[in-house]
């Protein structure tokens, strides 16, 4: 199985998220609704939809509430990426021109919180006090994993646990409920829950990684965002941690200077260092520990009687470290 | 009873939820944490999580739940505090500078984010779902509201609905929302819930009608952030509304010069304003309609009866259009 044959599994639920998705990007206010057109049109992978859906069906749940809480964590996967646009200064997002860029810093802030507010609204409908707890909860730790990634900005350092910690809040925690919500919807007991849970937590871990180290080496048309966005941006991410602990100390000093200078970055410091981490093989290291949180993740699984669903819950942890944007 | 009484009726329920603010803005995050010790230190007047507590207790309700909900309305209000200071690029907020001139735009986003999912969170613990209900709706509204704001700023109109609409969802709804939570923690009935909702949507109204006046006439230090904002950042408010629609053809012209050029507004184009606003009497046409909205507010409590609880909420409402900052 690959991830295309886990699209056209899911398609018919994924087309009744797209439907939901669309109605409540939509307002009576028009410059919301102009935005919010815009946005379904850019389409993303849907990662976290996809984990729901799969995590409730191998837990033998098929309603519509599942459609609902896709919808829910899509919309403030959705809120996070137009405010991260923002703190960014991002002009690309999923190969077009982003929010921030077309109607401004302004607007895409307060449609984020649009956004955020329209899935707990959705929620609250639903009435589910432990998904409510579990989703507010997330969206704090996401916006702690934001800030402490702001703090970090621009100071190189060779502080792994730091940048697993944020990675962990910022992206593997929503993933995480994400697979948590389907054992909830399923009700089949905790042991189903935590398996679920941790093998969402890993799973994100290894998304984030991969996203980090793609961006050091994707070709820029296929990833729809420039290439070293987090070095301009000066989020330090694992493949230049490993780099700056593994070089010496000539090179060392040299990172530091280009990362921590107040200029912008040079089109030959960046390719000075995307020399270094090829040279170096942070990429591999890098790669090497999502890979290896994806077989941990397969694992958690095990507890899982064998389905076409199941099988393609594992395609997808096997797709996370395999795509190329 | 004037406002100070009311603060000393309510000091011990007040110190409760300054505990509880706190709490809330601490985190294990370091720059959150910074930020949130300023944010408790530069206290607003605090009259959302005043008006809980008085609705709570005009409908016999006198528990910990109505310091929970006074906390969560506050974080709600500091959350859009912090970003409206980015939207408008405001330097300064209740007499200090404001979070986005002290840590940045990017700080400022991420910890309104963390503010907004902190308040769902404490929600989620307290398991209300029609209280969680009634304030996602609100959010919601509040994002309308603003995001319709920003669409028309920057464009001299003659329509007084389409303000009117954008504070009642800016401004009215999360007062509104406030006074119905205390019905609801009292549990007394439709028709006390009803009474309060609509009460708590008269006195927001008057709040934000006041609140627009005083940016142009109220003395800059005591106001805590500069005079004529709105105008400087093309906020067209019931004011200048006013004004356009009352003025002959030259002076219209005059108006829509100033407010629709691209250029910065320069201190006499402001003078000239101020000078039109006082002339044709725009300042007491505004309070005209707030005072009535108050009037409007006060007769909705008659179906309570009569207490110091009662006065205070009363007092609160003349407070608000009496108010000089």
Redesign the interface.
């Known amino acids: 199985m690959d991830f295309e044959n886990v699209l056209s599994i899911l398609k018919n639920d994924l087309d009744d998220v797209e439907g939901l998705i669309s109605k409540n990007l939509g307002?009576?206010?028009?410059?919301?609704s102009d935005i919010g057109y815009y946005l379904s049109g850019g389409r993303g992978k849907r990662i976290r939809p996809i984990l729901v859906l799969l995590s409730s069906k191998i837990n033998g749940y098929e309603g519509i509430r599942s459609i609902i809480y896709s919808t829910v964590v899509e919309l403030i996967h959705m809120a996070?990426l137009l405010?991260d646009d923002?703190?960014d200064g991002a002009e690309k997002r999923r190969g077009s021109v982003s929010v921030n860029s077309k109607w401004g810093?302004?607007?895409s802030?307060?449609?984020?919180?649009?956004l955020?507010?329209?899935s707990?609204?959705l929620?609250?409908?639903d009435?589910d006090?432990k998904i409510?707890?579990s989703i507010?909860?997330t969206?704090?730790k996401?916006?702690?994993g934001?800030?402490?990634q702001?703090?970090g900005s621009y100071k190189i350092t060779e502080d792994e646990k730091t940048y697993m910690e944020i990675i962990n809040r910022k992206t593997a925690s929503l993933m995480s409920s994400c697979c948590k919500i389907g054992a909830i919807l399923g009700n089949n007991g905790r042991k189903e829950e935590r398996s679920l849970l941790s093998f969402g937590l890993d799973i994100g871990m290894a998304f984030q990684l991969v996203d980090d180290a793609l961006d050091y080496v994707a070709k820029e048309d296929k990833l729809g965002k420039s290439l070293c966005k987090d070095l301009k941006e000066g989020n330090i991410t694992l493949p230049l941690i490993h780099l700056y602990r593994t070089v010496n100390g000539t090179d060392k000093k040299r990172i530091k200077d280009i990362v921590e200078s107040d200029n912008i970055i040079e089109k030959d410091q960046i390719g000075l260092i995307i020399d270094m981490i090829m040279k170096y093989g942070t990429i591999d290291y890098t790669m090497g520990i999502a890979k290896k949180y994806v077989e941990t993740a397969k694992e958690k699984m095990n507890i899982f009687s064998d389905s076409k669903y199941l099988k393609a819950l594992l395609t997808v942890a096997d797709y996370i470290v395999e795509r190329k944007f």
Do not use: C, W
């Open positions: 307002s009576s206010v028009p410059l919301l996070t405010h923002v703190v810093n302004q607007a802030i307060l449609v984020g919180d649009y955020f507010a329209k707990f609204s929620m609250a409908e009435k006090n409510i707890d507010s909860r969206v704090v996401m916006a702690e934001e800030v402490m702001l703090a």
